[in-house]
């Protein structure tokens, strides 16, 4: 939290959620927090792309176990049910604006931004293995049993699962930078090259700049950890996007 907020307090309930947006709630009977929770928007993008990583990198600490599962899951309804484990009551120190008279921040993420910073924070921390990934041959046609649910267009899943595959090192180094910095712009101008090659013909990009890193990140992710995958081939009945 900013400094000043719960009068100096380090830690703040977060109420994170997933999939659905931000509404009001009563508190539960009872409630340590009553009213005192504050439903808050993020002001800008920057503000926004920040805060978000702040609790992506909060989740894995504390949460980190079902993190792994919530991106390693092919089912909508395992993702259902992990949903609360990683979303939910959560003490974390973030970045948001808050006052004196609150003791929580509700705060709402759409699901494929924090899938990607939750796979960003995963990669840091096994920097040394995903440094291995060579860079592979462009294929004909990309598919992956985790589009269904990232909540993405599915082509712009299939591009950056490309992208993952032909320039990884470029990936890694787009996640090592902060959002909405110079390193970051920096980063995406040296993918450019990457990206163009990717695209299915006829698909122009159109994606801003938060939700193209976070399909990026995911993608690698998926790459390194499930190698298996990477021969999967698309049922004929799967719907497009």
Partial sequence: MRKGFLGGATLAVL?????????????????????RTEKQKTKNEKESALTAHELAGCIIVK??????????????????KLEPKIG?????????????????????????????????ELLKR???????????PIQRTYYRPWYALTGRHVSLDEMATCVADTS???VLALVSTQPFTD???AAFGQLMGAMGPCLVAGTKLDAKREPLRAALAEALY??????????????????KK
């Fill in 15 to 35: 109420l994170l959620n997933f999939g659905s947006p931000l509404v009001a709630a009563d508190p539960p009977i009872g409630s340590r927090l009553g009213d």
């Fill in 63 to 80: 949460r980190g176990s079902a993190a792994r599962d919530f991106l390693d899951s092919r089912s909508a309804e395992q993702l259902k």
């Fill in 88 to 120: 939910g009551d959560l003490d974390c120190i973030a970045n948001i604006q808050g006052n004196d008279l609150v003791e929580g921040v509700q705060v709402y993420y759409p699901d494929d931004i924090m899938r990607g910073d939750l796979a960003e």
């Fill in 126 to 136: 096994n920097r040394s293995q995903v440094q291995l990934l060579a860079a592979k």
């Fill in 168 to 170: 990884p090192a470029g």
């Fill in 183 to 185: 390193d970051e712009s």
């Fill in 222 to 239: 998926q790459r390194a950890y499930h190698p298996e995958e990477e021969s999967a081939v698309a049922p004929e009945t799967a719907p």
